[in-house]
């Protein structure tokens, strides 16, 4: 099936007032996503003109009723699917007022991709504690769509997993959006077995990659050294490798941290799976900031987002690179080929 024939890629809005807007701009304007499928932005097209006009950018828009009539106009518009901004956006200033706007278009483009009109999900990046003014309950996008998954499921229900990814590393919190010192609290063998599952069959299913090869940090530094610096590595995380090694899983660790991420290290693994944010994060940001890709792994359909924040500080300046947002789309779109092989 061509391009052309596919359906569109479905763009959240994100915050408003950040460099959300300035990217999906840049990115339509970026000859490198020519060939790919097109994307429908899912937002306000008044507040993407205004941010056009800012920046002296004359890029057509066209609001369009249903994704399919995307795919004829993206070569020469900017196709938006209407979502209207409760108050006016003003970029750096961002405004719980526009909370609702900002969730709707994360769950219209859920709907959308689960009823087929759209191919995947990609999110600009949101604010979240503007959110939680606003009532939202849940520590980020990962468990939002998470949420939004298991509510349209029938029987089964989804457990989401965050990967990072770049092209020198992928990597996997156990834990994600809970202070440090709760990590050991809960951190279990199920845990870590059930995440290290959803890592290696989406690696399958979405990445082509058979039987993956796993590594697991420790979580104390030296991975314990034996048990001296904590009994977490072998009261939990060597019982849940050993498990995974059992039921047939290419899976190593312990292994110290400080020492997993150099060059030759990375040549040895797919993805590595670290037991709390930071420990994974930072190396991947350290790698490669502007390319890195957040990928939601464990859910019935396909979501990629920019690996960075809102960057309020310089919404509206025009100095935003556009990197990781376009290196989003052109993993949902690689992944959403690989499921039709």
């Known amino acids: 099936m061509s391009n052309s024939q596919l359906p569109p890629l479905a763009l959240t809005c994100g915050d408003p007032s950040s460099i959300g807007g300035e990217l999906t701009l840049k990115a339509w304007l970026d000859k490198g996503l020519k060939g790919i499928a097109p994307f429908v932005y899912i937002g306000d097209a008044n507040h993407l003109q205004n941010i056009a006009d800012i920046l002296e950018y004359k890029i057509p828009f066209q609001q369009i009723s249903t994704p399919s009539e995307a795919t004829e106009i993206f070569s020469h518009s900017l196709p938006v699917l209407q979502q209207d901004l409760t108050v006016n956006s003003v970029l750096g200033q961002p405004s ?7 969730i709707k278009s994360i769950e219209t483009a859920v709907e959308l991709t689960q009823n ?12 979240k504690n503007i959110l939680y003014d606003a009532g939202f309950k849940y520590p980020g996008h990962t468990e939002f769509l998470e949420h939004l998954a298991n509510s349209n499921a029938a029987s089964k229900k989804y457990k989401s997993v965050m990967m990072l990814a770049c092209s020198q590393l992928r990597v996997v919190p ?13 951190l279990t063998a199920d845990l870590i077995y059930d995440t290290a599952k ?3 069959d989406d690696l399958k299913k979405w990445f082509k990659i058979d039987n993956a ?7 104390n530094p030296h991975a314990g050294e034996a048990g001296s610096m904590g009994k977490e590595d072998i009261e939990i995380i060597i019982p849940a490798v050993d498990r995974l090694l059992a039921d047939g899983f290419n899976a190593k660790g312990p292994l110290p941290a400080d020492t997993m991420f150099h060059q030759a290290a990375r040549a040895n693994y797919d993805v590595a799976l670290g037991m709390y944010h930071d420990q994974v994060l930072i190396p991947i940001k350290t790698l490669d900031f502007d390319k890195g890709v957040n990928v939601t792994l464990g859910l019935p359909f396909i979501r990629t987002s920019p690996d960075h924040g809102t960057a309020f500080d310089i919404a509206g300046k025009g100095i935003a690179r ?5 290196a989003a789309l052109k993993l949902a779109h690689k992944m959403a080929n690989n499921a039709l092989i």
Do not use: W, Y
């Open 96 to 102: 719980s007022d526009n909370a609702p706007a900002v």
């Open 116 to 127: 087929k009109q759209c191919r995947v999900v990609v999110t600009n990046a949101i604010a």
């Open 174 to 186: 156990i834990t994600i959006h809970i202070p440090l010192m709760q990590v050991a609290e809960k």
């Open 198 to 200: 959803i890592v290696a």
């Open 213 to 219: 090869k796993m590594v697991f940090t420790g979580l």
């Open 322 to 326: 556009p990197t990781s947002l376009i």
